[in-house]
């Protein structure tokens, strides 16, 4: 039987690649950072602090940058004997309104034990208890709330605490807000009101180029892979993909840890193109498992529609021909199907996920279709398909399709 044995060969240290992990330095945000430091300037000049919003694709280092900036404020900040400063962060991913966001931050506030339950007081006493913490704080205190976005519509905190001093709830706390959203939509919903103050200073992050993934991957990989263990080009390919795809930084570190395990788990010395590719394969195949957990059953038939199609050859497929293979895989599997609309709304959200592409076909004077194709490889959508749907003899089906259409072509 094999072993549990340590392998160190490939990486000096694998969590430099990971989530969790502080980079020392932040690369290629020097006019970001410039700005934000500009925002954050009055807190070290002990005045009121400005409101600011983030907002960028993920993984293009609003967090990273965030992060880095606060830890350096504290420090500058501590030889001003008159400025007192508190930074407070949340991540409000699970946390969808107003009230839910301020229970959190009245018990980050508060010892273990003191907490307040999470349900059945009114929002306003929560708001109440939440400015008597930050009041018995006092001084500057920053609340960052990671992912916004996910407050919704019910955002009358993001109204009412910037507003809170001149208000008079709040004495001796001065507080500012720092927003962090990837969701683009999200700014443009916010109430004028909320708009007006939240976003006092709007920074934002555009996707990372292949050049910058790539100086990013550089000097994250002097501390994580041990010398000699990459192939020529490798760093170059993660960053090459990550910016043809999201330009995210996270994709492109993703990358290459996962290449680098591939060798490791293979006993190679060195990470190799092959290993990015598997990589490459891996990810995207979990992109497609991840996106497909949020749909629903009429969601997976649509997909499926477009996988038929695809095995035939036939995508990029507009709408009413994707519509009437729907309808007949629906009715071999003896599901109820929906209408055309409802199916074209489930085509928009696998659109929105990155597992298919559109393109708007102008007919003139009859207006505009859209046709529809995989933007993920075919086997990587089946995989996730025959993961989730227990229809093992038309998933054959559309393989040997497939096959017999790739066998034709060759
Ligand atoms: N400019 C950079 N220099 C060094 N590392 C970076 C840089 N930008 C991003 N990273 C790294 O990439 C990963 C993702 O970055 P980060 O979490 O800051 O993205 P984000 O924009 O906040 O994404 P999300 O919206 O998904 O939270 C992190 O591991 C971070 O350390």
């Known amino acids: 039987m094999r072993r549990f044995e340590r ?8 969590d430099a690649l990971g989530e969790s992990y502080k980079p020392e330095r932040i690369e290629e945000r020097d006019d970001e950072i410039s700005e934000y430091m500009d925002a954050l300037q009055p807190v070290v000049d002990g005045w009121e602090p400005n409101n600011v919003f983030l907002y960028g694709n993920t993984g293009v280092g609003k967090t990273a940058v965030t992060e880095f900036l606060l830890e350096m ?8 004997d008159d400025v007192s400063l508190s930074v407070i962060s ?10 839910q966001v301020a229970v959190e931050l009245v018990n980050e506030l508060r010892p273990t034990g003191a907490e307040i339950s999470s349900t059945g007081y009114p929002q306003q006493t929560v708001f109440k208890k939440l400015f008597e913490e930050l009041d018995d704080v006092g001084g500057t205190i920053l609340i960052v709330l990671d992912e916004v976005d996910s407050i919704g519509d019910r955002d009358e905190l993001l109204y009412e605490l910037p507003r809170a001093r001149s208000n008079g709830k709040l004495e001796e706390a001065k507080v500012g807000l720092i927003g962090i959203s990837n969701d683009f939509k999200f700014h443009d919903q916010l109430d004028p009101r909320v708009q007006d103050t939240l976003c006092e200073r709007e920074l934002h992050f555009p996707p990372y180029q292949a050049p910058e993934l790539q100086n990013i991957l550089e ?8 010398e000699d263990s990459c192939e020529e080009g490798v760093l170059n390919l993660c960053a ?11 994709q492109a570190l993703d990358l290459l840890r996962l290449a680098g395990e591939h ?12 290993h990015v590719d598997i990589a490459r394969q891996k990810l995207e195949q979990e992109r497609v498992v991840e996106g497909m957990r949020e749909l629903t059953e009429n969601g997976h038939f649509a997909l499926l529609a477009v996988v038929s199609k695809a095995a035939n050859d036939e995508t990029p497929c507009r709408m009413r021909d994707l519509y009437q293979e729907y309808l007949r895989l629906c009715n071999s599997a003896g599901i109820d199907p929906l209408a055309q609309r409802s199916v074209h709304n489930h085509l928009s959200d696998l659109r929105m996920l990155g597992i298919l592409s559109a393109e708007e076909n102008r007919t003139g004077s009859r207006g505009n279709y859209y046709s529809y194709a995989l933007d993920v490889p075919f086997n990587s959508a089946m995989t996730a398909l025959s993961d989730v749907l227990a229809l093992d003899s038309v998933l054959d089906e559309i393989r ?3 096959h017999e259409a790739t066998s034709l072509s060759a």
Request: proline residues 0%; contains cysteine.
């Open 263 to 274: 060798a490791e788990n293979k006993d190679d010395e060195k990470i190799t193109l092959d």
């Open 73 to 80: 404020l504290l420090e500058d900040v501590s030889k001003y």
């Open 400 to 402: 040997k399709t497939a």
């Open 7 to 14: 392998k160190q060969n490939i990486f000096t240290n694998k």
């Open 219 to 226: 000097s994250r990989a002097d501390v994580a892979i041990a």
């Open 90 to 99: 949340l991540n409000c991913k699970t946390l969808n309104s107003s009230y």
């Open 240 to 250: 090459a993909l990550a910016a043809r795809d999201s330009g995210s930084a996270r």
